[in-house]
């Protein structure tokens, strides 16, 4: 690809010497296009993919549309298959204003994070073969980001991966125009770990990835209610608490999220547990007093707002904004 | 023309700022939000992974390669800051969960680390403005 494209810049009008000079140069390329091309595709060694002992040898994610994707239109593509699969009806060309970006001529990955949010589904990021097994094992399909070709050429392609079979050495996936696709794992794998081995479950609120990580969880969770999205979020940090009981943040973002949704009363038993667990954090008992305040409960707000202040921490300033607030109602 | 305008436009403008600041503060800006409480609890679970790898016995011994005290190591935890913390525990997320490579990869880890301290203790902070001097 480079060569065509230098020779006939350098052959033209050279005297003996510039192409001496230029057969010199053509061959440092030619050497180190070789090194750069050997050394992107030293083959990943044959055989199944790495995989958590214990894990099934084999799993098929049932559900799944499929949409044939049209030109450049993989991204919208991909998510529209995830988002039906996690009870969302919508067609790619519904999500394309949201994730397609014209002027790159694809998707970025955040754009699709942010598209499935604004549906109200929690976006979560995983990494590594092990974690895509585990969840595709788990009925989860799993979007992933390759590149069909080499880095000094990339050819970026989301897909949605929806089942292996370690025995045969393959992987399935709904791909561009073709539904189930089966590649190689080696391929795959070798595809994939271009794409840095980024992968996006689109799952709803209630449904926790098994691999899943409480503070990662809890950032995708809070994405959501970035989005405005609170009830969902709601409902995310809830699940959270059904895993990790003893969870600081997510009955944080709970009391945050009711609040929102104007459930002072939950909102305060939110908070309440937050300080019971973590009665040395400033954060819980400030949130707390403006909930009890607006409760009405003045006196109880107060305690609560001076208790922030006396534990301070790095948000020291704002639990004394919120004492002076409560002390001039 | 203009002139008279100034007074009563001005006017308009002064105290819809005033509105609108006056919103802004009442509109929760007091409650601590969840992107806030997840951040501290991240670093805090930075923190106390570095500090835990730093106590492994494989860590200690390629410390005690470089000449680097490890007492004096986990002391410096303390002293760095957030975004280098995160820098280290994301660094820690890349190793490989397999055994075979670890003992490079470790090495390159502490390397990075060990680096970090001696510029530290040379007074090179200028260079690595991440890292907190402890005085």
């Known amino acids: 690809m480079f060569l065509v494209l230098l020779m006939p810049r350098t052959e033209p009008k050279a005297s003996p010497r510039l192409i001496q000079a230029g057969s010199r140069m053509i061959a440092g390329l030619l050497f180190s296009v070789l090194t750069i091309v050997l050394s992107s595709c030293s083959l990943l ?3 199944p993919m790495p995989q958590t002992p214990g894990e099934p040898d084999s799993a098929m994610v049932s559900g799944v549309p499929f949409f044939a994707q049209d030109e450049l239109q993989c991204g919208p593509a991909a998510l529209a298959m995830a988002l039906n699969w996690s009870g969302i009806a919508v067609q790619p060309s519904d999500l394309s204003p949201e994730v397609y970006s014209p002027g790159l001529k694809g998707s970025l990955q955040s754009s699709l994070i942010g598209s499935a949010r604004r549906h109200g589904r929690v976006a979560y990021p995983i990494t590594g073969s092990e974690a895509l097994l585990a969840e595709v094992s788990a009925g989860h399909p799993v979007i992933v980001l390759v590149n069909l070709s080499f880095f000094w050429y990339p050819k970026w392609h989301y897909a949605v991966v929806i089942g292996y079979d370690q025995q045969q050495g393959e992987v ?7 539904a189930r696709e089966v590649l190689s794992s080696r391929v795959f794998m070798n595809l994939w770990r271009r794409g840095e081995y980024w992968g996006l479950l689109v799952l709803p609120p209630d449904r926790l990835p098994v691999t899943g990580e409480e503070v990662a969880w809890l950032a995708a969770v809070s994405g959501l209610e970035k989005t405005g999205q609170r009830r969902a979020a709601a409902i995310g940090y809830a699940t959270a608490l059904e895993r990790w009981k003893t969870s600081f943040a997510a009955w944080m973002g709970l009391g945050n999220s009711r609040y929102r949704l104007h459930d002072l009363e939950g909102s305060a038993e ?4 937050a300080t019971l667990l973590e009665p040395e954090n400033g954060m819980a008992f400030n949130n707390l007093a403006h909930v009890l305040a607006e409760q009405g409960k003045r006196q109880e707000a107060l305690a609560a707002a001076q208790r922030a202040v006396d534990l301070g921490g790095s948000s020291l300033d704002t639990f004394r904004q919120t004492l ?4 001039q109602k | 023309m203009l002139k ?3 007074r009563p436009v001005s006017l308009f403008l002064v105290l819809s700022f005033i509105l609108l600041d006056f919103s802004v503060q009442t509109a929760m800006a007091q409650m601590v939000d969840t992107g806030t409480v997840i951040a501290v609890q991240q670093q805090q679970a930075d923190r106390e992974r570095v500090a835990a790898f730093l106590g492994r016995e494989d860590v200690q011994q390629v410390m005690i390669q470089h000449g680097v005290d490890a007492a004096e190591a986990q002391k410096r935890v303390d002293s760095l800051s957030n975004a280098e913390l995160a820098k280290i525990a994301n660094s820690m997320d890349q ?3 397999g055994a075979s490579a670890a003992g490079a990869i470790v090495g390159a ?13 040379l007074g090179l902070t200028h260079v690595f403005s991440f890292v907190n001097a402890q005085n």
Do not use: C, N, R, W
């Open chain 2, 95 to 97: 190793l490989p969960a």
């Open chain 1, 270 to 273: 939110a908070f309440h547990q």
């Open chain 1, 172 to 178: 399935i996936l709904h791909s561009g125009l073709t």
């Open chain 1, 45 to 47: 060694p044959m055989g």
């Open chain 1, 324 to 327: 002076e607030e409560i002390m």
């Open chain 2, 109 to 121: 880890v502490v390397f990075i680390f060990v680096v970090l301290l001696i510029t530290d203790l």
């Open chain 2, 4 to 6: 008279k305008l100034i």
